[in-house]
């Protein structure tokens, strides 16, 4: 009975100290991402495009409120060589601003993204993958660029 006491528990306490629990297992830290890379054959350039949505959040003379700005897509860029670990906030604030009781933040929320591995004389590869705070482990296996075949003379 751990969740009945659990609940109880919560019950006794005022609405400000619930929210002030929240907030203080909030500032735990970020959510991170994690990416574990390999490929066959290893040393196959790695790039990462992530996707996502922009939200916006304010206070004005201490009355808050937020709003979606909206999807964004980040250019691919290269993280480096196969293999490689990669790790990543799922929520970064690109801006920031903060005057008496008012401000405001604009905060970009990673969803998904796209793997891109490419090594000469193979075709490149890609993967579509989602965050959501579990570690990724991928192993991605490269196909040899087929050659043209030399025409036959008669």
């Known amino acids: ?3 009945a006491k659990a609940n109880r528990d919560w019950k006794g306490l005022s609405p400000g100290a619930i929210l002030l629990s929240v907030l203080l297992l909030g500032a735990c830290g970020p959510s991170m991402q994690m990416i574990s890379i390999q490929t066959v054959p290893a040393g196959a350039e790695v790039f990462l495009q992530r996707r996502g949505e922009i939200s ?7 009355i808050g409120g937020s709003f979606s700005g909206g ?4 250019e691919f860029r290269m993280l480096g060589n196969a293999p490689l670990d990669y790790e ?3 929520s970064e604030t690109e801006a920031s601003v903060q005057v ?5 933040s604009v905060e970009r929320h990673y969803r998904e993204g796209t793997i891109r591995v490419e090594l000469n004389g193979f075709q490149p590869l890609e993967r579509i993958v ?3 705070g579990t570690p990724l482990n991928l192993t991605l296996t490269l ?9 036959k003379r008669e």
């Open 143 to 151: 196909t040899p660029r087929s050659e043209p075949t030399p025409e």
């Open 100 to 104: 008496g009781f008012s401000g405001g």
């Open 88 to 90: 990543f906030p799922l």
């Open 71 to 74: 999807p964004f897509e980040e």
């Open 56 to 62: 916006v959040q304010g206070m004005v003379e201490g």
């Open 130 to 132: 989602t965050f959501n």
């Open 1 to 3: 009975m751990i969740g």
